[in-house]
C-alpha cells in the first residue's frame, strides 16, 4: 500500500498582533491509499489547522515547521508552489461551512465545471475552457450525490441551495477531481441524518475506487468510529491516542479517549445525567500534559512534564499512565 | 423579496426625495429668502417688472398656495424666465444640460477604469512598492483641488504639448449639428457631420480626464479594499482548492464581487463630478450645465439657478436609483429573491 | 499554568503624537497642518489686532511685501528669488498674498467642521438617543441634505442670501452637519446598546452624565480622524466657493479667487493661477495624512466616502 502522506513533528504557529498562538505543537503521523483516518477532537484542539496546513491554505501569518512533510512525495516544505501543484487531484479539502464554500455570484454549473476543467489539466494535461465543459457529465455527478432535479439545479445560484445541497455538491466536485487525499473538516454536521449516510457512502466508494486516503475531521466520535480504519484523537494541538478503530473503541487508553466515549448518549434512557467531560479547554505551556486540567486520573508528574507519544501494546499513545 | 419589489421600493424613495428636494428650494427661495420678489426679477429691475414677478410667481399669496404653484411648475419642468439670458430657463436648461451629461459619461467611463485597475492592481501587488505608488496617486487624487487638476491639465497636454484642444466643444469653425437630441455628439452623428463629430470628441477628453482624474481615488480604494476582501474570503479558498487558477480568481471570482460596492460609489460620483463640472467647464470654456450655472450666479440671475439646481438634484437622486437597480441585476441574491 | 495577558495603558495625547510622528509621512503632514495653523493664528491676531488700531499694516509686518500695493512695473513676474511664487497683474507679490489669506481659511476650516460636529452630532444624537419617529425624520432630513450636491446647494445659499465670506461660512455650516449626524447617530446606536449604559443608569449616573461620559467622549474620539481630514476638505471647498466668486470680495485676497483672476492670463503667466492651487493641494494632502495616521493610531472609523 502506498504512503500518500508522511509528517513528522508538524507544528503550527500563528503571529498575531498580541504575541504567537500555537495551533499545532507537534502532530506526527502517516496516511495510507484507501485509508480513511478518523480526526476527533473539540474546537481548539489544532484538527482544523492541520487539514488546512495539508491543503496549503494557513493564512500569511502562520508559520509551519516539521521534521518531514511529505505530501504524495512531494516536500510540502520546500517551497509554497508544491501546493499549487497538489491542489485538485493531488489534495482536496471539502470545508466546515458549506455556504462559504461556493462563489455566491456565480452559477453551481460554472463552480463544477471548475474542477473538470482542473482534473482534465491535471490528468491529461489538456487545458479546456470553462464554457466547454459538457453539462450532461455534471449533471451525472449531480446525480451521484442525489441531487434532486440536477438539470435545474446546475443553473441555480448558491444562495438557492440547503445547506445540505451544497455541501452534496462539494461532495460531487470531489468526484469530478478523484482526489489521492481528500481532507473533510466536518462535512456532514450541518446535514440531516439520511443525507450524511448518502454521503459517506459517496465517500466510500471514492475510497474503494479510487484509493483515495481521507482525513475526515469531526468533534463527534462516533461518527469517526462508524467511518475510520483509524482513530486519530487530538487535544491542545497534540495527538493524544492513535490506533486502530475497533482497538481504541473498544478499549481507550486515554483518559480523554475514555471521555470521549464515555459521554456518547446511550440508549437507554434511565440512566440519569449525561456524562461529560468536566471543564473546558484550557491552553497550557509545552512542559506539562494539556489534558491535565481535566485529567481526572491527574498526577504531579502531568504536571512537570509533558508525556511523549509512545508505541503501547496495539497503538500509540500520549499519557503518563502508561510508562 | 423579488427584483420588482425591490426596484418599486426604490423608485418609490427616489421619488420621495426628488419632492423634498424641490419642496427644500422653494423654502430657499420663497420662504426663507429676504424679499424674494427681488431676487427673483434679478438685480436692475424695473418696478414694474417687479410687480409682473409678483404677479407671476405668486409671490403676494399665502404659503401653500406658493408651494402648490411652485410644485406643478416644477414638476413640469417650467422655472421661469432668466432676466439675464432673456429666455425660459427650461429652454436653457434642455440646451446645456445634455452637453455636460455626454462630459460626465464619459468622464465616469473613465474614473471607472481607471480606479478599478489600479485598485486591482494595488490589492495584487499589496504592501509592496506598487501599493504605495497607487496609494500615493489617490491621495493627490482626493486632495487635488478641481481648477488646478484642469489648469496643469491643459498647460502640459494642450499648451506644451499641443496634442489635444485647450478648450471649447469643438473646434469653432465648424458647423454645428442641429438640436436633434440635444447631445452635440451624438447629434453631430446622426446628421453625418464627420468633422464636428470628430472634433467634439477630441475636445471632450481633457474636461472629461480632468473630472475622472478628481474622482477616481475613490473607486480604487473602495476596488483595492472589497478585493483584498473577497480574495480573504472562503469562497475563493474553495476555488483555490479546486485547483482554478490565479488570473481567473483574481479577474473572475474576486473581482466580481468587488463590483458591488463600486457600483453603488459611481453614483456618489456622478454627484461630485456635477459639482466639478461647475468649475471644470468654466477653465476649458465647455459651455454645460455648470457653466450656465456660473453664469447665472455671477450675474444674479436666479430663476436660471434655482432651475438648474432642481434639475441637478433630480439628476443625482435619478443615478442613485439606476445604482441601485445596476445592484440588483447584479446580485443574483437579489434578482432571484 | 500561566498565560500571557498584555495590559494596554491608557494612552495619552502625548503618547499619539509621538506615535504619529514615527511614520514618515505623518510626520510631514503633521508638521505643515501645525505650521499653517501656527501661522494663520499669528497672522490673524496680527490682522485684527491692525484693524482695531486703525494700523493695517500690522497685518503685512511679517510678510515679505504689501499683499495689496499695487507696483505696475513688476506686474507679472515669474517666480523668482525676489518673488519665490511671483507677482500677479498688479505686481502684487503672490507668495504675500497668499500667507495673508492663509488665516481665513484655517478659520473657516475650524468653524466650519466644528459647527458640523455640533450641529450634526446633536442632530445625530439626538436621533440615536431617541429612536422611533425623531430618528426616522432625523434621518429622512439628513439623506435630503446628502442627496442635494454639496457645492450646488452652497451656491444656491449664497445666491438667495448673498455673496461673501460670513455667507459662504453659514452655507458651507448647512452643507456640512449631515454627515456628522450620520457618524454620531451610529456611534450613540452602537455605544447605546451596550450594556454599560445601563449599568450607568442603574448606578444613578444622571441622563446628562451618561450622555457626557458615555457617548459624547468616545463618539469624539472615534470621529477624530475623520474631522482631521475634513479639515482640508473645508479648505478645498471653500477654495472652490471663492473661485466662483462666493467667497471674499476683492482686494482681499484669497485663494480660490487668486486662481479665477488668474484665468486671463493663462498659460503664458502660469504661476498666478497654479500657485494658490498647488498651496491648497499641499494643505489638503497634509490634513488627508494626518487625518488617515490618526485612524491608524487611535481606530477610528474608516470613512473614505
Redesign the interface.
Known sequence: MGVTLSIEDLQVIYKTPDGTIPAVRGVSLELSESEILGVVGESGSGKSTLAFAIAGLLPKNAIVKARKFIILNNDALSSPNVFNKLRGSGVFMVFQDPFSSLNPLLTIRDQLAEAYVTKVKQSKGVKVGIGDVDDEELVEYLKRVNIPDPQITLYKYPHQLSGGQIQRVMIAMALILEPRILLADEPTTALDVLTQIQVLQELKRLVDEIKTSIIFITHDIALASAIGDRLAVMYGGLLMEVGNTEDVIREPMHPYTQGLIASIPSKSKYEGLLNEIKGIYVPTNLNECPFAPRCPYVRDDCKNSLPELRRVSNRFVRCHLYG | MSIWTYVINRAVRAFLLILGIIVLTFILSHVLAPNPAYVWAGPHAAPSVIQAIIREYHLDQPIYVQLYYYLVSALTFNFGFSPYFKQPVSELIAIYLPRTLQLIFVAMVLTGLIGVFTGAFAAEHKDKWGDYTVKALYLISWCMPPFLAALLLQLFIAYYWGVLPPNLMADPTLAAPRYITGFPTIDALIEGNWPYFWSSLKHLILPAFSLALISFGVITRITRSSMLTALQADYVRAAVMRGVEKGRIVYVHALKNSMIPVITLLALVFSWMISGSVIIETIFSYNGLGWLLTTALYNYDYPTVIGCSVVIGIAVVLANFIADVLYAVIDPRIKLG | ????V?VRRRRGWADVVIRLLKKPDVAFGLVIVALFYAWSMVEGVLQVVGALLNNPALGWALLPYNPFQPHLSQSLQPPSILHIMGTDDLGRDILSRVLYAAPYDALISLVVVGGGILIGGFIGMVAGFYGGGVEEFNM?LT??FL???????A???????GHGYIYAMIAMIVVWWPSYARLFRAETIRVRSMKYIDAALLSGLSRLEIIRRHIIRPALITILPYATLDL?NVI?FY??LS????GQQPPLPEW?SM??LG?EY??RW?WY??MP??V??II??AT??VGDGLRDVIGGEER??
Open positions: 499554568m500561566t498565560l500571557e498584555t429622512w439623506d435630503l442627496a442635494f450636491p454639496a457645492l450646488i446647494l451656491m444656491v445659499i449664497e445666491a438667495t442670501f482640508g478645498l477654495s472652490m473661485f466662483l466668486g462666493l480660490g486662481v479665477a484665468l493663462f498659460p502660469w493661477s497654479i492651487g498647488l491648497i493641494l489638503a494632502v488627508a495624512l473614505w466616502v
